[in-house]
């Protein structure tokens, strides 16, 4: 089965630029630093933190690993860590009839259960 979403590409390659930078601060890192770290130009990594660039495959992992991260947490918001709220989110969603949902997280579960 294949998925698909309604994603807006503006707003993925800002929301990955602002998980970057939050993520960098976080780290204590200045732009210049970490784009010498990813080996990667100053105003390219400028550009991606305010969502105008979207990051190439290999310099989303270089960032990531430079920012101790797993690629993913780029595209994943932290809104909240309440155990108790994320289990009833997810029990909820579990027994909803939306398919997409149930087949998005049955296949996460499996990717990271591997």
């Given at each position: 089965m294949l998925l698909t979403y309604n994603t807006d590409?503006?707003?993925l390659k800002k929301n990955i630029g602002e998980k970057i930078k939050l993520y960098r601060k976080k780290r204590g890192l200045s732009q210049?630093?970490?784009a010498e770290i990813v080996n990667m130009?100053?105003?390219?990594l400028s550009r991606i933190e305010s969502g105008h660039n979207y990051p190439q495959c290999e310099n989303?992992?270089?960032i990531a690993n430079a920012l101790n991260i797993a690629p993913w947490q780029?595209?994943?918001?932290?809104?909240e860590n309440n155990i108790h709220k994320m289990k009833q989110e997810l029990s909820e969603a579990l027994n909803s009839d939306n398919i997409n949902i149930i087949s998005s997280l049955y296949q996460y579960y499996k990717i990271t259960s591997i």
């Open positions: 590409a503006k707003k210049d630093r970490l130009e100053m105003k390219s989303l992992v270089a780029l595209y994943f918001t932290e809104e």
